[in-house]
């Protein structure tokens, strides 16, 4: 992972993503996507599913292809200073996303509440039908009460693994009964179901590549056992935000998150450390690997 010293002072794009989760008999798993070794955003590293809002995510008819009110959805998000049709098309754009990333639909029909035709969905999408179209067509309301907001990560004006900056929403989700989540070969390459602890040791290996946002979302799931607990944990409490602050330190990139003593929040908003230097070409916890569990 290359380091980036570039400060970038244009505002951050809104963006969401959707943290799936399973429940297994060696406990929970998350699914992660490796994505495109020539994407510009993140090439190479596996993240969960998730992108930048589309116009047309906060176009969507609510009325007939939302299971909730947009004033709920604004509400849920806990942002009252952003306006309802963001908010609502956050929701729409971490849905989007899991599908076009994953395969993964979080819909039903309208009409008989069963479960959306994946099949028929996935042959539309490859017929270039957009998303908002393909709801339209197979009649189809989109399960906003399956994802609850998680955290918000913005980037810092000195971003350090790309130079582009995000208002990134995550959620969380079970995956829907009877669906395979599985890398599009296109913006992903590969994918995999991991316990968080897993992935975490695998990147401290240097099996695989993560963003920081991803090894502190990592940390805080590994403090879960089950989908319940995570979900339960997102209704009980409101997402944090998450503007990480960057420093050099002995010529060392060290990125310290609200709490730490050089974040401008004194609050902290996470659990495990509250910052992560840039060393052997990777972000690292100060303290070592342990402290992302402690």
Known sequence: MELNSEVVTTPPRDAATVVMLRDTPKGLEVFLVKRHGLSDVLGGAYVFPGGKLDDSDSKLDPQAHLDQAPEHLHKALG?????????????????????????????????????????????????????????????????????????????????????????TRFFVAAIPPDQVASHDNHETTESAWLPPRTAL???????????????????????????????????????????????????????CYPGDPRHSVLARALPGPTRLRYRNRRFEPMDGFEALFG
Do not use: C
């Open 201 to 255: 040791e695998q990147y401290r290996d240097g099996q695989i590549e993560l963003a920081p946002p991803q090894i502190m979302s990592l940390a805080h799931l590994a403090r879960h056992n089950t989908v319940d607990s995570v979900m339960s944990a997102a209704r009980a409490t409101p997402p944090p935000v998450i503007q990480p602050e960057a420093f050099d330190d002995a010529g060392e990139r060290v990125i």
């Open 79 to 167: 942002e009252s200073d952003t306006h309802i049709n963001i908010a609502t098309g956050l929701y729409v754009a971490a849905l989007r996303e899991a599908f076009e990333e994953s395969g993964v639909l979080f819909a039903h029909h309208a009409n008989t509440a069963t479960l959306a035709d994946t099949a028929r969905a996935a042959q539309l999408q490859r017929d270039a039908l957009p998303f908002n179209q393909i709801l339209a067509q197979m009649a189809l309301r989109l399960q906003t009460q399956s994802v609850l907001p998680w955290s918000r990560w913005i980037t810092p004006i000195m971003p350090s693994v790309s130079s582009k900056r995000f208002d």
